[in-house]
C-alpha cells in the first residue's frame, strides 16, 4: 500500500457509473442482517475481489458515490495502521457522506472521527480510566456483578421455564460495569441506555423512533445517527456537566467537564458527542458479544464443560467469543492521497469501508475459520480494530466482561440451551441480537 501523491482528498463525483465488483451479492442492505451475518458472502468477496467497489442505491438504502469494501484481514489491518492515507476525519467514520455538509460533519464529529494530534489529546483524556492496569482493579466488582447477574437470570429460567439471554444476560454486565465508570446515577441509568438503544439501532423499527433508510432523517443530520433521540441525551450531559464544572471528580462525565485540550474547554457539544460515544462502545458492544457467546455455547454445548474442566483455557475462549462474535461490522475510512490496496487504485477522497466479521474469517489467518475453538492460539482478530490509533479504548474491559461471564456460566449452568428462535437487529453496523430465548439448565 503506497501513497502516489499528497492531492487534498475531495469527493469523487460519478463513481456510482462503476459496476459492483460482485453485484449478486449483498453485504451492505440493513434486511440481510436480521438472517444473521452474510458469511457465505464475506467468503466470496474475501475470495475474489477482496478489494471490491460496491455502489450505494436505494437498494441496499444507501445513497452516496459508492465505495472500495475490504475483507480480508491484511487489507483491514494496512488500512487501520495507515492513518494519515485513511482518514477518519475527513468524511468521518459512517458510510454516509457528509464531506459536503460541513455543519453535519462539525457537529456529529466525536473522538472516533478526528486523526492524530487532536484524536491522541482527546484519549488521553480518558485514557486511564479504561488503562489495562485500571481495568485489572474492575475484576472483582465484575464478578460479583456477573454472579448477581447470572443467579437472577437462573431463578428467572427456574419459575418460568426460559430467560430473554440478551435481557436478563448480556446487557446487565456491560450497563452496570460502565455506569459507575461514566459517572450516571444509578437512577438515570435504564433511561439513559434505552436512549442508546434507539440511536444507535437506527434501522431498526422497533427500537428507532426515525428508520434512518425509510424515513426522511435530513431534518436531524446534525444529530450523531441522525437520530432525534441523540437530543436527549446531549442534553441530559450537558445539564449533568454543568453541576460538575469546577468540580473536581474521577467518573468520565466530570473529566470532560473539566477537560482543556490546548488550553480550551470542550464545548458542550463535544461533552455530549465524547459521552455518547463512550455510552454506545462501552455498552452495546460488549453486550452483543456476550448475547452471541450465549448462543455460541447453545450451538455448542461441549464449550461449557471444556471451560468447567480446564479453566486455564478461559484466556484463549475469551479471545474466540470476541472474534466469533464481533459487534462491530465495519467501520470507514477516506483515502487522503490516491493510493493502492491489493494492486487496485484508490483515488483521492474515495471512501474505504473495512468488515471486520469478514476479517475475522480470512482463512489464510484462521484455520477452519467457521470452526468455534476455544484453544485457537494464536488469534489475532481485529474485533477491537486492526490497530493504528483507534484501537479499541474499551478493549480490556470487554476482554474482562467475557472473561467473567464465561468463567461465571461455567461454573453454574451444566448447559444453555435454545428455548426459540433468536431475533436479530437490523442493522450493517452492528451485529446484534435482540431476542435470544434460552434454558439455563443448572448444575
Known sequence: MSPADNSPATSVPGRASRPDSLPHLDILGHDVYEHGAPHAAYDEF???APVAWINETAANGHDGHGFWSLTAHRDVVAVHKDWRTFSSEVGGTEIEELEHDAPALAARRTMLE????????LRQLVNPAFSRMAVETYAQHATSLMAEVLDDAMAAAHT?????GVRAVARELPIRMITGLLGVPDADAPQLFHWADQIVYNADPDYSPAVSDRTDTDPYRLLPFRSPV???VL????RLSAARRGVAGGDVLSVLANALVDGHPLTEREQGTFFLLLLIAGNETTRHALSHGLLALAEHPDVLPRLRAQPELLDSATEEVLRWTCPQLHFRRTATAATEIGGIKIAAGEKVVTWYLAANFDPTVFAD???FDIERTPNPHVTFGGGGPHLCLGQWMARLEVRTFLAALAQRADRVELAGEPRR???NFINGLKLLPLHLVPR
Open 160 to 164: 418460568t421455564g426460559s430467560v430473554d
Open 235 to 238: 442534553d441530559y450531559v450537558q
Open 369 to 371: 475459520p467457521h470452526t
Open 114 to 121: 478526528t486523526d492524530p494530534p487532536r484524536h491522541t489529546k
Open 425 to 427: 437487529v437490523r442493522s
Open 46 to 48: 474475501r475470495s475474489t
Open 230 to 232: 441523540s437530543l436527549k
